[in-house]
C-alpha cells in the first residue's frame, strides 16, 4: 500500500491515517457543539411564521383555504400541478415521476405565472426541514448538540453525519445559513444558534472552489490552471455568462451563483446537458451551448473525461486518485464515468481535509475541533491564544500538497466569530 508523509509523523500507510483520522472524529463527537437555546427558540418561532406566510401566499394563488399536509403531499402536488397543466420530472435515481424541487424550479423557470406557486412550495419545504432536522433536534443534558461522525461510509472518503447513538442531534453537516435555497430568498440562518463556548472564537478555514481546482490539476487544463493560480472566480464568471445582469454585477448573486456552480461541477463531472437543463431550469439546447462554451475555455476537461474512460473501461476497473486511494468500479462502464469523475474530485479533497485534521491535532495546542464540513473545518480557540494559533492553522493546510507532477497546494480563506457560526466574517491571515 502506498506511503505518504504527514507533517509531525513519521511514514504512514493509508490504513494507518484513516486510524488516525477514526480518533480525531470520536474526540468531535464527544465534544459536540454548545447551542444558545434562546436563540433556538426565536428560531422556531421565525421558521414556523414563515412556514404560516406560505401557505397563505399559496392560498392566495390559488383562491382556496391550503393546509400545511399539501406542500409534503405527493399526491396532493400531483393533482394540484395536473390540474395546471404541468408535467412531473423524472427523479434521476429512482426513474418515477415526481414534483420534486428540481421539477418545480423548472415550472418555475418555465411558467412565470406560476413562479410564486412554485417558490412557495419550495420555501415551505425548506422551513419545514429546517425545523425537523436542526431546530427540533434533541439536546443532549448539558445543552450541547453531538452527532455520529461515520468516517468510513461515503466511497469518497468525506465524513457523513447524523443523530448519535442515544437519537439525539442532527446531521451537522447540513445546517443551512439560509441563503442558497432555489429560490434566492433569504431564511433564518441555523448557523447563528451554533455558538463558541465562553472565552473563545470560532474559526472556520474553508478550501474554497477545492473540487474544481483539483479537476483543474488532474485534468491538466493550463487555462483552468491558470485561472486558479491568478485567483480568477471561476463560478462567478460562469454566473455571469448564464443569467446575465441577473447574477448581479460581481456574480454573486443567489440563487445564480450556485446554480452556476452547479452546472461548472455538472460538467466537470460528465454530466449530460438534459441533466444541467432540468438542474439550472434552462432549456436543453442552451445546455448544450454552454458545454461548447465551456469545452472552448477549457479543452483539456474532455479529454480528461476520455482519459479516465478508457481506464475504468479497462480492466481491473480500478481507478485511483493522487493519494494512492482506489475505487473499483462494479457498474457497467458506460453508467461509471460521471460517478468516477466525481469520486476524483471530491475523494482527493477529502483526502486533504483529514490530513489537515491530523496535522491540527498533533501541531496545534489551544485548537478545539468541532466539525468536518467536507471543505472546511469549524473549531475554537480561547481569546489570547487565537494570535498564536492563527498562524499554526494555515501552516497545516499549507503543508499538505496533492502529489502531482506540479503539487497542487489548496490556501485556505478564513472566517471567524466571536459570536456564533452563523455570523462568521472573513479575516486576513
Not at 434562546?38 to 393546509?67: D, I, K, W, Y
Not at 452527532?147 to 461515503?154: I, K, L, R, V
Not at 480500478?318 to 464515468?337: H, Q
Request: proline fraction near 6%; charged fraction near 25%.
Amino acid at each position: 500500500m502506498a506511503g505518504l508523509c504527514i507533517r509531525g509523523a513519521t511514514e504512514m500507510t493509508l490504513y494507518a491515517i484513516q486510524q488516525a483520522v477514526n480518533e480525531v472524529a470520536l474526540d468531535m463527537m464527544l465534544q459536540g457543539v454548545r447551542i444558545d437555546q434562546v436563540r433556538l427558540a426565536q428560531l422556531e418561532s421565525v421558521v414556523e411564521s414563515a412556514m404560516q406566510t406560505r401557505l397563505n401566499l399559496l392560498s392566495q394563488s390559488l383562491g382556496r383555504p391550503v393546509n400545511e399536509k399539501m406542500p409534503r403531499s405527493s399526491k396532493q402536488i400531483k393533482e394540484l400541478f395536473a390540474s395546471l397543466g404541468q408535467r412531473p420530472g423524472i427523479d434521476r435515481k429512482s426513474g418515477q415521476e415526481t414534483y420534486n424541487d428540481e421539477t418545480l424550479f423548472k415550472i418555475a423557470r418555465k411558467t412565470p405565472a406560476l413562479r410564486q406557486v412554485c417558490y412557495a412550495i419550495l420555501e415551505f419545504r425548506q422551513l419545514g426541514q429546517m425545523l425537523s432536522n436542526f431546530i427540533r433536534a434533541k439536546l443532549d443534558e448539558d445543552g450541547r448538540m453531538r452527532c455520529s461522525f461515520n468516517t468510513a461510509g461515503p466511497e469518497t472518503f468525506r465524513w457523513s453525519s447524523s443523530k448519535n447513538a442515544f437519537w439525539r442531534g442532527c446531521n451537522l453537516q447540513n445546517v443551512t445559513t439560509g441563503d442558497r435555497g432555489l429560490t434566492g430568498a433569504k431564511l433564518p440562518n441555523l448557523r447563528t444558534a451554533v455558538v463558541p463556548d465562553p472565552g473563545c472564537i470560532m474559526w472556520e478555514p474553508d478550501l474554497a472552489g477545492a473540487d474544481a481546482q483539483v479537476v483543474a490539476w488532474d485534468s491538466g487544463d493550463e487555462n483552468l490552471k491558470q485561472w486558479f493560480r491568478e485567483g480568477v472566480k471561476i463560478h462567478t464568471i460562469t454566473a455571469k455568462e448564464v443569467f446575465g445582469s441577473a447574477a448581479g454585477p460581481d456574480g454573486r448573486t443567489e440563487p445564480y451563483y450556485t446554480l452556476a456552480k452547479k452546472a461548472r461541477h455538472l460538467w466537470h463531472y460528465g454530466g449530460k446537458a438534459r441533466t444541467m437543463a432540468s438542474s439550472l431550469g434552462i432549456l436543453v439546447v442552451e445546455a448544450e451551448r454552454l458545454m461548447r462554451q465551456f469545452a472552448g475555455l477549457n479543452p483539456g476537461i474532455p479529454k480528461w473525461h476520455r482519459r479516465i474512460d478508457a481506464i475504468i473501461r479497462a480492466k481491473p476497473h480500478i481507478l485511483t486518485n493522487r493519494f494512492g486511494y482506489r475505487i473499483v468500479c462494479f457498474k457497467r462502464p458506460e453508467d461509471e464515468l460521471p460517478d468516477m469523475l466525481a469520486w476524483i474530485g471530491q475523494s482527493t479533497v477529502a483526502c486533504i481535509i483529514n490530513r489537515v485534521l491530523l496535522n491540527i491535532r498533533r501541531e496545534v495546542p489551544h485548537a478545539m475541533l468541532l466539525l468536518n464540513e467536507h471543505d472546511s473545518l469549524v473549531g475554537q480557540t480561547p481569546v489570547g491564544q487565537w494570535a498564536t494559533v492563527k498562524p499554526l492553522l494555515r501552516e497545516q493546510f499549507l503543508s499538505v500538497a496533492v502529489p502531482y507532477e506540479e503539487p497542487l497546494v489548496i490556501p485556505p480563506e478564513l472566517k471567524v466569530s466571536l459570536k456564533s457560526w452563523g455570523e462568521m466574517e472573513k479575516e486576513p491571515w
